[in-house]
């Protein structure tokens, strides 16, 4: 009997593979739909990326020939002297490019600290007022920064925040908060509620169960809003900085890199190549952290 379920173990993958084989493949599209897929895809990608390509190619170009004419899109001029000379004339360049990582990232902590736990609150448990406060959060974003300028300045001076790194990171988290609990609780929501129960079963306490069961696989989803908040904070530095700080030192590199306009010209060149420092150290953490993206984004998308 033994020999006879040993010889037939080996065999049925063996069958199972045949008549997967045997199964003719479905193609969705006609090669008419693929060109004109692909022909989207190349459209957009062309809209997105032409601005950096346009400024990448601003940056390369000396100041003199940046708009002579005809048209040439790779010059024989090309350089990367803007790159050298930007630190030299704007010596605080470093400077403002540190205050931007800081503040962004002082923001996402903070922010995770508190969205991540009160995220687990609003997908698992049922209190009076919870869809009003959702909904409060989802307003918050309708409403531009712009708007509470005076009184958010008034609460900064009465508090003694401006010209602080505080009075750029705390409108920051409160603007960042909204979204972020958004987007986690909806993730943490796909995460099966008998994992719960089955851990309360056991004896495990609520903080127990968030640590230990929900923290561990809502970390993609986690990564996703942490990733979303620190570009967000990279990007909105400008309005706050300009409004609750006058110290240069303190300055991101939103409203540093004004510094290349001058009264009578604007150092185009090194105000590109400058840009492309500025951006770089988000693109650094952008490649290192898109495969938790990639895996927040689509969690939940098949259904097992």
Do not use: C
């Not at 993958?13 to 045997?22: G, L, M, Q, S, V």
């Not at 409060?136 to 531009?144: I, K, T």
């Not at 609990?181 to 796909?190: K, Q, V």
Request: glycine content about 6%; hydrophobic content about 55%; charged content about 15%.
């Amino acid at each position: 009997m033994t020999e006879i379920t040993e010889r037939l173990q080996p065999a049925a993958p063996a069958i199972t593979r045949k008549r997967a084989a045997e199964v003719p493949m479905i193609d969705r599209y006609s090669w008419l739909q693929k060109v004109g897929i692909y022909l989207g895809i190349a459209v957009f990608l062309l809209f997105v990326l032409a601005p950096f390509i346009e400024g990448f190619r601003v940056s390369l170009r000396p100041l003199d020939h940046l708009f002579s004419s005809p048209y040439v899109f790779w010059p024989d001029d090309a350089s990367i002297n803007a790159y050298f000379q930007m630190w030299q004339d704007v010596p605080l360049l470093g400077r403002y490019i540190f205050n931007s990582l800081f503040i962004s990232l002082v923001i996402t902590i903070v922010v995770l600290l508190l969205v991540v736990p009160a995220a687990y609150a609003f997908a698992r448990f049922d209190f009076p007022g919870q869809g009003v406060l959702l909904g409060a959060f989802l307003a918050v974003n309708m409403v531009s920064g712009a708007v509470l300028l005076i009184p958010l300045y008034r609460l900064m001076r009465t508090l003694g925040l401006l010209n602080t790194y505080y009075s750029m990171i705390v409108p920051g988290v409160a603007f960042l908060i909204p979204t972020g609990i958004w987007l986690l609780r909806a993730y943490i929501m796909t995460i099966p509620r008998e994992l719960d129960e089955a851990a309360w079963a056991d004896g495990a306490s609520r903080f127990y169960i968030f640590r230990r069961v929900i923290l561990p696989l809502a970390m993609p989803g986690v990564m996703v809003v942490g990733l979303a908040t620190f570009i967000g904070a990279y990007a909105t530095q400008f309005i706050f900085a300009l409004t609750f700080n006058s110290k240069s030192e303190l300055m991101p590199l939103a409203v540093g890199l004004y510094s290349f306009f001058g009264k009578e010209r604007v150092v185009w060149n090194e105000l590109m190549a400058a840009s492309f420092a500025g951006v770089l150290p988000v693109m650094i953490v952008f490649f290192f952290l898109q495969r938790y993206l990639v895996a927040g984004m689509t969690a939940g998308a098949i259904k097992q």
